[in-house]
């Protein structure tokens, strides 16, 4: 999706191809057959209980916005098998590796959306979610770019809108500019507190974290990362 597809969406959130290699066939395969299955039919309105999308009973909703390689959000799902998870990825090809993973493992608590994540986030029912997952978000590191990130004053407000009262927000970067850039949005909105005393708070991965492809990429290229936890106030 491009700046000229959309040209009224400049404080939202802009991503880059939504395509790479062809698909092996069994994720071609999953894309026909789970994709509509598992992904949020956003032409419905949203079930009350978010908790109805799921065919098992679950007990926690969690969104992981933008999960690429899916490894965090499959890891999680498995962890913690009483929580409901609804992850969101445009790029295509990612979202079939995830595909295939929910097939082998058989997960039946994650549902999925492969578009703007802003889009889902308008239809879900206020207060609905309790964690929300922005890990390693495109970091737009030029200046002239900054606006394109997905933190932003009107994204916040979307977290802020669905998240339960004492809400998680939890955020990964390896960009020293982005990091900044989302303590200050958050402090600025004021309807979030960041959880953190001193600075091995913000250094120490999120409690059971696996790593992520993009943060392994970092490590390679010698960045290291921040951990920023917010609770919905
Ligand atoms: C830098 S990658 C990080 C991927 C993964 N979280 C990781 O840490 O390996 C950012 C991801 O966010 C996705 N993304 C970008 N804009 C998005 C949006 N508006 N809604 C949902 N996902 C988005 C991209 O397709 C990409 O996969």
């Known amino acids: 999706m491009t700046e000229q597809q959309h040209p009224n969406r400049a404080t939202e959130a802009f991503f880059g191809r939504r395509k790479g290699k062809p698909l092996r066939e069994?994720?071609?395969?999953?894309?026909a057959t789970l994709l509509p299955a598992l992904k949020l039919d956003l032409q419905s309105e949203a079930p009350a209980e978010l908790s109805e999308l799921f065919p098992v009973s679950v007990e926690e909703l969690r969104l992981e916005i933008g999960f690429g390689g899916g490894e965090h959000l499959v890891h999680r799902a498995r962890e913690n098998p009483q929580t409901g998870f609804i992850g969101i990825e445009?790029?295509?090809n990612s979202m079939a590796k995830l595909l295939s993973r929910v097939d082998e493992l058989e997960l039946k608590n994650i549902r999925v959306y492969d578009d703007d994540a802003t889009q889902a986030l308008d239809w879900l029912p206020d207060a609905s979610l309790d964690h929300i997952d922005l890990l390693y978000p495109d970091p737009w590191p030029k200046r002239k770019h900054w606006k394109r990130r997905f933190v932003s004053q009107v994204n916040?407000?979307?977290?802020?809108?669905?998240?339960?009262?004492?809400?998680m927000f939890c955020f990964a970067s390896d960009i020293d500019t982005y990091v900044n850039w989302t303590l200050i949005h958050c402090r600025n909105h004021g309807g979030f507190e960041w959880l953190a005393d001193q600075s091995s708070d913000w250094l120490t991965p999120f409690a059971g974290w696996p790593g992520t492809r993009y943060e392994n990429k970092a490590r390679r290229e010698g960045r290291s990362s921040a951990y920023l936890t917010f609770r919905k106030v």
């Open 26 to 31: 069994r994720q071609a395969e999953g894309m």
């Open 156 to 167: 916040l407000d979307r977290f802020h809108r669905v998240l339960k009262p004492g809400g």
């Open 90 to 92: 445009p790029f295509v």
